[in-house]
């Protein structure tokens, strides 16, 4: 079973890596860029087939050590 | 004082901060393996130092946080034991909520290694004692990743509980946005928590307590600890 947490800053969350990668592309000429943030994605691999088990391993995991909650969102997608 | 400095993979500061507690104390700090899971018996001070731990991997002191001697390191802090964490050691105590708040990547991108200006904000913690509040320190910073940040209302709470006890200010003891390097919130170089018996900091005391290599200004946070623990 394929999944996919993905790590993101909260709003209003200062992210200057997200600044300095809107400002390159800023500067290679790619237009209509209005911001850029910059978050994680972990592809994990389940051994379990149930999805509401894997859901709530998951979000454990997120919980625990995948994301910071202090200044971190996450969202959880089981994929198959 | 028995001291137990933990090791992690890539820390790269324990020498330095065990060689100031021998200095200081006269006694050798105990290194501990991250792996354990027990602290040295008797020990009453916990030293995370600075490093780089893991690689930074995922978030800096995030993977340290979970290492198994953490669940004694937890345990002592609950007993009201001293737990120091120097730069990365603070970073682990953020991500192991040992501390609230986080450091984020300093704000001008850079990674920061010069001497900073930190104004004690008051003496009567294990940390500070021999310090007067409102003294001015010179001491080292090495870090990417120092920018202290929480919400407002933890910021609230620990500006009203008096738990910054480091902040970054000019020579003068002034503050100004200038001489914080690291674009901390309210300036913030080091907290303290609740019971004030865990102190994170970003800058290096360790590194400024041997006169022959330069100032000495780092002696009386390991002084303070000393002091504390031989009168108890």
Same mark, same amino acid.
């Given at each position: 079973m394929k999944a996919r947490v993905t790590v993101t800053l909260k709003n209003g969350v200062l992210d200057p890596q997200g600044k300095a990668i809107e400002g390159a592309l800023k500067s290679l000429g790619?237009?209509?860029?209005e911001s850029v943030r910059q978050g994680k994605v972990f592809e994990i691999e389940l051994s379990a087939g149930d999805r509401v088990k894997a859901e709530a391993a998951l979000k454990a995991a997120a919980d625990k050590l995948l994301a910071n909650t202090v200044v971190e969102n996450y969202r959880v997608e089981v994929l198959s | 004082m028995k001291a137990a400095v933990v090791l992690f993979p890539?820390? +790269?500061r324990e020498g330095d901060v065990a060689s100031a507690i021998k200095r200081i104390s006269g006694k050798a700090a105990n290194i501990v393996w991250h792996a354990d899971s027990e602290l040295p018996a008797n020990t009453d001070l916990v030293v995370l130092p600075g490093g780089f731990s893991y690689g930074d991997y995922l978030r800096c002191g995030a993977i340290a946080a979970r290492a198994p001697i953490m669940n004694a390191v937890r345990a002592h802090a609950e007993r009201g034991g001293l737990v120091l964490g120097i730069c990365n050691g603070f970073q682990i105590l953020c991500e192991a909520q040992l501390l609230p708040g986080v450091l984020q990547r300093n704000a001008q991108l850079r990674f920061m290694c010069r001497e900073v200006y930190l104004r004690v904000e008051r003496s009567d913690t294990p940390y500070s004692r021999r310090y007067n509040a409102g003294d001015v320190l010179k001491i080292p910073v090495a870090h990417g990743e120092g920018n202290y940040t929480a919400d407002d209302e933890t910021i609230k709470r620990l500006e009203g509980d008096g738990r910054v006890l480091f902040r970054y200010v000019s020579p003068e003891g002034k503050l100004d946005p200038k001489w914080n390097h690291n674009g901390a919130t309210n300036a913030i170089a080091g907290i303290l928590s609740e019971k004030l018996n865990v102190l994170g900091l970003? $800058?290096? $005391?360790? +590194?400024?307590? #041997?006169p022959m290599i330069g100032p000495? #200004?780092?002696?009386g946070l390991f002084e303070s600890i000393n002091t504390v623990l031989e009168a108890a």
């Open positions: 790619i237009e209509g860029v | 890539g820390s +790269n970003m $800058p290096h $005391p360790e +590194n400024h307590v #041997d000495t #200004d780092g002696r």
